[in-house]
Nanobody
Framework: QVQLVESGGGSVQAGGSLRLSCSAS????????MAWFRQVPGKEREFVAG????????NFADSVKGRFTIARGNANIAVYLEMNSLKPEDTAIYYC?????????????????WGQGTQVTVSS
């Protein structure tokens, strides 16, 4: 069982930056494809960014390309989502997710471990 914990959410003005972190109580995440998703009330959870097990491949939703980056931390015990040039439409609860079953996927149901979510609010 992998228990993911997100941190780093908060409130920021448009154009600002935030860095989200995801860890599993010191457990290595090297065996998992990792991703960030986000959700707003009344809408489906959507893929934001993903990173392969070795960190060599990343993927982003079109809406965040060029503004967000995803990276694995040293010793592979954390995954980070760096969010720049934030827009009000980025406001959502952001979730960290892990899958050990799939080589590469951006489908929420393919991920079997989820964090509790962290709120990101961007004001105009």
């Amino acid at each position: 069982q992998v228990q993911l914990v997100e941190s780093g959410g908060g409130s920021v003005q448009a154009g600002g930056s935030l860095r989200l972190s995801c860890s599993a109580s010191g457990r290595t995440l090297s065996s998992y494809v990792m991703a960030w998703f986000r959700q707003v009330p009344g809408k489906e959870r959507e893929f934001v960014a993903g990173i392969s097990r070795d960190g060599g491949r990343t993927n982003f939703a079109d809406s965040v390309k060029g503004r967000f980056t995803i990276a694995r931390g040293n010793a592979n015990i954390a995954v980070y989502l760096e969010m720049n040039s934030l827009k009000p439409e980025d406001t959502a609860i952001y979730y960290c997710a892990a899958t050990g079953k799939y080589a590469w996927t951006n489908v929420p149901r393919d991920y079997n471990y989820w964090g509790q979510g962290t709120q990101v609010t961007v004001s105009s």
